[in-house]
T-cell receptor, first 114, second 114 residues
């Protein structure tokens, strides 16, 4: 987790946009992911982006990647109370030995107020 | 197609007891992983396997052993449980194909060691 950093908490009002930020240190990262974890549940893959992309949009979700700054963000449009969860940023760096292994941030707890 | 399943869902052990956590996947994935999740720590890799009959250590392997006798199953063993092993354990699997790599997670096993 120390190679991937996220802010721990974010609170927004229902209907507003949420932006969750993540920074990573490995410039050779090839895949970057966003996972969602609801209370008491496992991790659900929300979306991912390849390192040769700058942006990916999927319905209410927009992922922005700034490779120069090693910064990844997840924007959730029209945030709903059902979006309240912990959001994890994760990377698969090209570090060789542990093929396919994900490195996770500590997670951002998103709270949506009605 | 059940995806990734884990048994049991919950378990309470006394210090020094042993147990085995079972992970099963029906997606014919080559790579399988065991993570533990602790509050504020994100997910940390315990052990992983890149194919039947192979295992390797991850970030926090001490106190755990694993086996991958069948491709679809990945077992995590605790020989002598300690309170520090109280955690939520997640199993994940993936194809290992870098072009289509997506990790699928099980629902987790919540373990308490008294």
């Amino acid at each position: 987790g120390e190679d991937v950093e996220q802010s721990l908490f974010l609170s927004v009002r229902e209907g507003d946009s949420s932006v969750i930020n993540c920074t990573y240190t490995d410039s050779s990262s090839t895949y970057l992911y966003w996972y969602k974890q609801e209370p008491g549940a496992g991790l659900q893959l929300l979306t991912y982006i390849f390192s040769n992309m700058d942006m990916k949009q999927d319905q209410r979700l927009t992922v922005l990647l700034n490779k120069k700054d090693k910064h990844l963000s997840l924007r959730i449009a029209d945030t709903q109370t059902g979006d309240s969860a912990i959001y994890f940023c994760a990377e698969i760096p090209d570090r060789g030995s542990t093929l396919g292994r994900l490195y996770f941030g500590r997670g951002t707890q998103l709270t949506v107020w009605p | 197609n059940a995806g990734v399943t884990q048994t049991p869902k919950f378990r309470v052990l006394k210090t020094g007891q042993s147990m085995t956590l079972l992970c099963a996947q029906d997606m014919n994935h080559e790579y399988m992983y065991w993570y533990r999740q602790d509050p504020g720590m994100g997910l940390r890799l315990i052990h992983y396997s890149v194919g039947e009959g192979t295992t390797a250590k991850g970030e926090v392997p001490d106190g755990y052993n694993v086996s991958r006798l069948k491709k679809q199953n990945f077992l995590l063993g605790l020989e002598s449980a300690a309170p520090s092993q109280t955690s939520v354990y997640f199993c994940a699997s993936t194809t290992g194909d870098r072009d289509t790599d997506t990790q699928y997670f099980g629902p987790g096993t919540r373990l308490t060691v008294l």
